[in-house]
């Protein structure tokens, strides 16, 4: 009769206790910490969309794109996430006759006019 070879236990390490993680949101910058809104590098693509936005005609999604070389859904992700989220500027769209005209206003927040 012959025995089969059996297949050696693997060896199972202790893991170490997980501590608790950190908390998904970046620190706040050093800068802002006294309420002064962050600033962007002149020279950038952001600070070229921020000046575009603060002009008072404003500027349509597609002049950002032409002048960033981004695509639609990256212009509407920066509009969203970098100008109204980390920046925290009251931006504005407003429909008119060649499209839709986004704008920085320096008034206070106004829910029914804000940019998606």
């Known amino acids: 009769m012959t ?11 202790a893991r170490p206790k997980t501590t608790k993680r950190k908390s998904s949101k970046r620190p706040v910058p050093v ?3 006294s309420g002064a809104p962050p ?16 002009d008072r005609a404003g500027t349509t999604i597609a002049a950002i794109m ?8 990256s212009v509407r992700g920066f509009l969203a996430g970098v100008i109204r989220k980390k920046l925290g500027l009251n931006l504005v769209s407003e ?3 060649g499209g839709r005209v986004y704008r920085i206003v320096d008034a206070p927040m106004d829910r029914v006019k804000q940019a998606a």
């Open 3 to 13: 025995r089969t070879k059996s297949k050696p236990k693997a060896i199972t390490r």
């Open 95 to 97: 429909p008119r006759e």
């Open 66 to 73: 032409t002048a960033t070389g981004w695509q639609q859904h």
């Open 31 to 33: 800068g802002t910490a």
């Open 39 to 54: 600033r962007t590098r002149a020279g950038t693509k952001n600070a070229q969309v921020v000046a575009m936005l603060r």
